[in-house]
């Protein structure tokens, strides 16, 4: 797979004097076929290959990277790590590894149809038939129709002595639906990607996939907006899984509440949250994104962050780890060779309860049912500890049934807020994950996880 | 390092005896400097040397493309992947071809050579001066505690070269710098937060620590922050919040592909009024150290000023190559490609809403009842198909009878874009601020809804 042994690049680093020294050496191969109403506007392959290096001179870390396997291109990029570390001096923070066991390992996630031997003539007539049954809806103006495919091999070795090799393969079908019903517009965008190979695509019936949405997408063209203010919701599995990722999530990574950055800073084993609420980060689940390991050789553990409303622990690097005094829980992650390592989230999910999601809108009376198909995304300020993310097409309840649909809505809401207004958790845990995103912190895209049983909240603020 | 004219010089002379009828090759090298910082500290320096090469041919009106940053290049491998792809492509009947380019360049400087020379010393010390004035304004304005707890400090050198079979060969060597950084403060256990961004073309030192020291001193407003009553507000949107607004719920409407593809609102109505007669827009690649700023885009073509919006009236839809052959008409010089490998498609070099009259606090100070915004979070989920504009605001200031009433946060704020800029437009300034790659001034919109308790 490679050419550049990344035990040597050690070697080269520890040459020079450094303390420590890393290597992520990385073999990124995608596929992408984007069709526009009916004609391809984008088929392309990429193939990316690189090293990174980090080195730790004195405490102090410097990264640098190449696209070079060269060896004296890879020589130059370990020196440059070095004098960037040294030219950081003035005001260094300075770094310590919390300990852990030697990593050894070799993982790939599983497949049976190995994507890449698969004609593109047979993935076009995949999007070609889900144009023809989404344009044949009445009202729908524009398909645009996405597949991709993205293998990453990663290499790690560090001067600890671990070496681990891992590998993943994602695909998944995108759409964005635009309606024109009586001079009004609405646009709808959903995806289904999964952690496999091409068996995913031909195991899923697509053009029903796409059908319900563009039924949806004309319907919610009509649909009222609701009025702003605050509401009791229940909220589907994936959009938990984003409020979860938003609300709590990211301001629970240790680098972030290291910075002074997290309004969950100093509160390791206060109440946060309805002691319904039980919240997760796991690296290996189903639906959710692969990462056994992370990108500083870390096993990625199911690491509890709230149990039962309580703040049970942050996410971590070995380095805050060490500074937090926490355990590594393998959350040190790049988006690719090219990036510094930064605490993120992995999947990350509410563990199920025990409602049934009739009973719960049964017993909410009135209030919204708040759909992820269709959802943007959210976005947080960990220390402000506001919260916000989209919704799909949803629906008012009345009488304890879900009655008119309306369009998508923004939620908002406050951390330390809204986690303890849960009054309900479902039994129907789903996560899901995306190989056309994720989750974007500090201009790095790592491929993400998230879901979670049905929630209910009473009285969240929702702008229409 | 690569050779990488000569590199491009080989893919097209292979390219051109390999079975393809055309070909164009895009290229970009780039250095990276970067030093973050984790509450007040440098935690990291890097440098990122890199290098993406994307090849676009076709075959008849079959097209594809392949991306790859091997500098070892493997014209044949590489070719043969190309082929293989384009081949599989059903045709597009709407292709025309690369662009040939009779008009040359647009004499547009984007390179900063003081800002390239800095040595990696130099911008340690620059960051560090940079956080001294961020906290200190705020310390002078009351806070208790103050600290930089995130950010970066980034300078890049790239060059892009493109070429293709119609003979188009151009490069260029620009320079950017983004440098956001978040101050925390604390006052009598309460926190908040205030963001710099500068994202520039070139790094003006005194700039930058001015804009700080202003940033600073904003902060400590947002202390005790909460949200407000739902209802409808009056609302005043700082430049850089208004600038972010527009850039996500209006511009991608003046792309020529949404506009053929059925993705704008605009469609079908060029030379109506669009939007109230104070708002003029202008795509200007000239604008100076902008983010935006260059002389070419990414199909080779020069970059051109011009009125997309004049006076409120739709006047000119951004193109690309393939959209203008398409409809008949002139490029504009407006086709970027998200990657190498990408499909160019029309964007604003830099987005620019001409001034008018006033500043925030002119407007902040007529305000009776109403919301100053000065950051949000979630505005890139705005739909520039059907106009929906939202935000929630993170740091905004509830004003009544012109004064500071409370701060707010947690407070969703939604409409139509088009309704904001004709009925409900009460104000355009001339404060332009410019971030990344738009200009905008402050401005005053009535009557917006907003969703709190």
Redesign the interface.
Known sequence: MFMLDAIEVVKLGLNLGVDFIDVRLQDYYSEYI?L??G????????????VGIRVVVNGV????????L?KSEVER?VL??Y???K??F????K?SFQERPTSRGRVSSSYSLEPEDI???EK?SVL?AMDSVARGVSGI??V?LRLGYERDNRVYASSSGDYVECSRRMVGVSTRL?A?VEGT???LYDQKSSVAGWEFIKSSNWDEWVLERAKLVVESAKAPSVN???YDVVLDNEMVGLMLHEAFGHAAEG??V????S?LGGKLGEKIASDLVTIVDNGLVEGGVFVPYDDEGTPKKKTYLVKEGVLAGYLHSLTTAKFLRGEPTGNARVMSY?H?LLVRQTNTYMEPGDWEVEEMVRDMKMGLYISGCGS??????P????????SGPSYIVEGGEPKKLVKGV?????ILETLKKVDAVGRDLVVRTSVFGGCGK?NQVVRVGGGGPHVRVRGF???? | MVNVLAALDRLLEKARTSGLDEVEVYAKRYVE???????????????????DV?LRGAIGKK??????????LDANSVLK?LY??IK???E???WAGFPSDPRGENPVNCFDAKTAEM???E???TL?HVMESFRESALRRGAEKA?V??G?LTVRISEVFIANSRGIQRSVKCTSVLAWL?L?VSKGGS???KTLIYDKRGLDVRELVDKATREGELAVQ?LN?T?IE??NYDVVLSPLVAGELLSYSLAPAFSALNII???S?LRGKLNEQVLGEEITILDNPGVEMALGSRPFDDEGLATSTKYVVYKGVFEKALQSYYTAKRLGVEPTGNGFRP?A???PVPQFTNFVLSPVSGDLEEFMRAVKRGIVVY?V??H??S?P???SV??????GLLIENGAVKKPV??????GSIYEWLTKNLVGVGRDVEVVGSCASPSLVVSNV?????
């Open positions: 984007l526009d109403n004609v391809i506007r984008e088929i392309n392959t990429s193939h990316i290959r690189g870390t410097g990264y640098s990277s190449t696209y070079s060269d990029a440059r790590a004098k960037v570390a030219a950081s003035k005001a260094p923070h770094v004609d593109f003539s076009i070609k103006i524009s645009t635009v024109l517009y609405e646009t702003p203010g605050q680098d972030t290291l910075a002074g950055n309004i090219q510094p943007m995304g959210g976005q947080v300020n220390l402000m500890g506001s919260f916000t993310f989209t923004m939620l908002s809401g406050l500090d603020t929702i702008g229409g | 400097r970067q030093f973050k910082v984790s509450n007040d500290r440098i935690i990291t320096g890097s440098v990122v040397e890199d290098y994307g097209v594809g493309s392949t991306r790859t940053n091997s500098p070892a992947k293989s792809v599989a492509s059903p597009d009947p709407h040595s990696e010393e911008l340690a010390g560090i600290s707890a995130e970066s978040t925390s926190f908040a937060d947002f922050a949200p739902s209802g593809e059925g993705r609102p990657h490998a990408g499909t950051e979070i979630g890139w989920m739909d198909v059907t106009g939202k935000a929630t605001i993170t740091h946060k947690g407070v969703v704020i939604g809804r907003a969703g709190g308790y």
